[in-house]
């Protein structure tokens, strides 16, 4: 935690360096995760886990997803097949060194079998590691170019070993590096040449020369032969594991998309179906007539069901994002948006015919799982409010039974969607059946069962808020004004709290890079004192329900926790007497533990006039500190003259130090950042709401130390001696130059990033010290000149100084 607080000064440089960082965290929004807002899940289709690599996402080229799975498969079909080659029960370590790493030495058991029992296979590894090398590598950042007359001279090399060995396993090799190499150099006449010569006459070809017909593709392509190109990258896509990311990638990267001409190299019914099926996981179409076509020609097909849940995925945003936006999607911008509304009202007949497909499917023998079929039908229905068809579709889901897991729990998922789409009055039924979902979703590490587990959090808690309200309006969080009698709509106060707070990144971790969470510190410090005791009077209720009892157990929060929170919103509405009881039920050792331990060691009833120097050593505990205030806002009232004045003096010095500004600030918030003024009105990006932001600023009292104010003020009017009453004084223009702080954080952010000049700066400053700030300034410079303590400001105080001289 800072222990300085900013001059007025920085808050330029604060607010530009606040802004220019939300910029880029805000811009350009959900596209630079790969995550979004979904709550159906790709897995629950019966995806191999290498293909989860083209589940959908916003990031068209976005890799990184490579299972393991991948990698393990990719390097041990080539490894095997060296192993099996050259026999020995040579173990894979060391042919992977020889191939990957060429280690060509006599001490490796590949090697020293090959030497044995293949001679000539040693000068074949050696080629292939030459052409490895000269073929370049880095990355886009750095790349190293290829060295194009070292591949030319190893091309002619591996076409004369072509024609003089015999063994098959060698001649398949060298030809695919004759094609690899010609396409490398940029010959790509030459490269397709080469594949006629070298790869068509084999016989019994194996996935090297799949490997070769990639790069056929490839070439094919850069001629201008796209139909071809499409076509032998599907086969390359169908049949060859090992190649199978590289050809999805070739189509994707340059946003090749089905072409019909494909189909007449396709000389059966498979060729036909793996041109649809990679052609249908390509982004930025429609893939339902590819998908139907793909059903017909190949129904078992794993890419099926994969092709169904990114059609629904692609298409959620435009169900989901009016209700959820998050990251970076602005309302008012969707709805002024032709393109966006145009795209909208498509996506929902699209949907529509995603749905009847999908129930055609479930009653198609030929596909293996109606419970996935049913499922998605019954979340697109979901997605379309048709909430009874819904249900009564993921009913058959369940009866249809599945033994993927995955489905399971989206079933499960959305029968916890519906529950909460459905509910208008909340009863013990749906609490039972609604904490269980709530404990079996929460904390996923799974971003979907995040956005749902969190959604579900936020209908029930805005339920829970109209039941204790009694209308839709009124919010809880400003407080509550219901009659104590109302016990029920108290507890429901309580449950609606604890939801929100549910939703939170600090109690769901969900360990999602872009999510729906709130913020739990947000949440404590919006809520009133009022709805804090109704929660805590739940969590002690004499006879709770179960769901009671597991709801608080899910929160994690203990009685500790509630009493501090509790006395720290006491605080902040400067209820001290009621603070000081419920920090009285807080252990004692939480007060010696951080963070109070390293934020609460300065005295709290002291201010010094010098902003640099620190108060003296706090000897009072927050228990006592909070009597001691309660002790002088009792008594205070009562006495007179100066020895009133000094009471309302320390009362003022402890409200202070309870802000922004003070020394206490812990006892009221969590945090605490110099930037936090800032940050907060950067965070609003509609000018309505950035209006109401500061207006919630300048009104709050943790920020403009009013009630700090007000006792200075006081002590000012029953101040007997001009010293105490000076002193006094100098502290309500302190609080004074804090309202002008929130109000020139104001004036940054109205400004923008622009870099102003510092003269300009300086002279607004003072303009409205002069004109709105500078009452108690003004009155210590001419009421109380003449004392000693006024003397001492000007020597001390650089901001009071800088006043007196520009007045």
């Not at 479930?362 to 979901?382: G, I, Q, R, V």
């Not at 009055?425 to 069962?449: D, V």
């Not at 509630?562 to 009621?578: F, I, V």
């Not at 409205?768 to 003397?791: C, H, N, V, W």
Request: aromatic share 12%; net charge negative; proline share 4%.
């Amino acid at each position: 935690m800072p222990t300085s607080k900013p001059s007025l000064s920085r808050f330029r440089r604060i607010s530009l360096s606040i802004g220019i960082l939300l910029a880029f965290a805000c811009g350009p929004g959900l596209f630079d995760e790969n995550e979004f807002l979904s709550y159906f899940l790709p897995e629950s289709s019966n995806a191999q886990p290498q293909d989860r690599r083209y589940f959908f996402t916003p990031q068209l080229y976005n890799y990184d997803s490579e299972t393991e799975a991948d990698t393990i498969r990719q390097v041990d079909e080539n490894l095997n097949a060296w192993a099996a080659y050259a026999g020995g029960n040579v173990p894979a370590t060391a042919v992977a060194k020889a191939l990957y790493e060429g280690d060509e030495s006599a001490g490796n058991r590949f090697v020293a079998q090959l030497s044995r029992t293949h001679t000539p296979a040693l000068d074949y590894l050696k080629l292939a590691l030459q052409a490895d090398k000269a073929s370049g590598g880095g990355d886009i950042w750095n790349p190293d170019p290829a060295d194009t007359t070292q591949l030319t001279q190893l091309l002619n090399e591996a076409r004369t070993k072509y024609n003089t060995v015999d063994d098959p396993f060698l001649k398949e090799r060298y030809a695919y590096q004759a094609v690899k190499m010609a396409d490398q150099i940029g010959d790509h006449d030459q490269c397709l040449d080469l594949y006629a010569q070298l790869i068509t006459p084999i016989t019994k070809k194996t996935f090297i020369s799949d490997w070769a017909l990639c790069r056929h593709a490839g070439a094919a392509f850069s001629l201008g032969d796209t139909a071809r190109a499409i076509y032998e990258f599907a086969q390359v896509f169908d049949r060859c594991p090992s190649r199978r990311p590289q050809a999805e990638a070739s189509l994707r990267i340059y946003g090749i998309r089905f072409r019909a001409e494909a189909l007449k190299f396709a000389k059966n019914d498979q060729e036909k179906a793996a041109v649809y099926a990679l052609c249908a996981i390509q982004p930025k179409q429609d893939a339902l007539p590819l998908l139907k076509e793909l059903v017909a020609l190949a129904p078992e097909n794993p890419l099926v069901e994969l092709t169904m849940a990114r059609e629904i995925n692609r298409n959620e945003y435009f169900f989901l994002g009016e209700q959820n936006p998050i990251y970076g999607y602005d309302e008012t911008t969707k709805k002024d948006s032709i393109a966006f509304e145009d795209r909208r009202k498509m996506s929902i007949s699209y949907a529509d015919q995603l749905r009847a497909f999908a129930l055609d499917a479930a009653k198609n023998e030929k596909l293996n799982d109606p419970a996935y079929w049913y499922t998605a039908a019954a979340y697109l229905a979901y997605l379309d409010k048709d909430y009874d068809e819904a249900t009564t579709t993921l009913d058959k889901a369940e009866q249809a039974r599945t033994s993927n897991a995955d489905l399971k729990k989206q079933i499960a998922l959305q029968r916890m969607l519906l529950m909460a789409a459905q509910t208008e009055t909340i009863n013990s039924q749906i609490e039972n059946q609604l904490i269980g979902y709530l404990e079996q979703f929460g904390n996923a590490k799974n971003f979907r069962l995040n956005n749902a587990f969190v959604e579900v959090c936020q209908q029930f808690a805005r339920r829970y808020q109209q039941e204790a309200a009694g209308s839709k309006s009124d919010g809880w969080l400003s407080g509550c004004s219901r009659s104590r009698k109302e016990t029920g709509k108290e507890m429901t106060v309580a449950k609606a709290f604890l939801m929100t707070m549910l939703t939170s990144s600090q109690l769901n971790r969900s360990e999602a890079y872009v999510n729906v969470n709130s913020d739990q510190l947000v949440i404590e410090d919006s809520t009133s004192a009022a709805t804090m005791q109704q929660v805590l009077a739940f969590s002690q209720q004499p006879n709770p329900t179960d769901f009671d009892k597991r709801l608080l157990k899910l929160t994690g929060f203990d009685a500790d926790y509630l009493n501090t929170l509790l006395g720290r919103r006491l605080l902040a509405e400067h209820r001290y007497a009621e603070a000081a009881t419920a920090f009285g039920k807080v252990s004692p050792k939480a007060w010696s533990d951080e963070p109070f331990a390293s934020n609460f060691n300065q005295n709290p009833l002291d201010v010094p006039v010098n902003r640099q120097e620190a108060a003296g050593a706090n000897s009072y505990s927050p228990v006592q500190f909070t009597q001691r205030m309660a002790e002088l806002q009792q008594e205070t009232p009562k006495r007179t003259g100066d020895e009133a004045a000094k009471l309302y003096y320390e009362l003022g010095c402890g409200a202070y130090n309870l802000s922004w500004f003070g020394n206490s600030w812990i006892l009221v918030k969590r945090s605490w950042s110099s930037a936090e003024l800032v940050s907060s009105l950067y965070g609003q990006m509609k000018s309505t709401e950035r209006a109401q932001m500061e207006q919630q600023l300048i009104r709050n009292v943790y920020y403009s130390t009013q009630p700090a104010k007000a006792f200075f003020e006081q002590a000012m009017k029953a101040a007997q001696q001009p010293e105490l009453a000076a002193k006094a004084c100098f502290m309500a223009a302190r609080c004074e130059q804090n309202e002008l702080t929130v109000r020139l954080a104001i004036e940054e952010v109205k400004r923008g990033y622009a870099d102003f000049d510092e003269k300009e700066w300086s002279a607004l400053t003072r303009k409205l010290q002069r004109e709105q700030y500078g009452r108690y300034f003004s009155r210590l410079s001419m009421d109380y000149k003449q004392t000693k303590f006024q003397a001492e400001v000007l020597r001390e105080c650089a901001t009071y100084a800088d006043y007196v001289a520009h007045r």
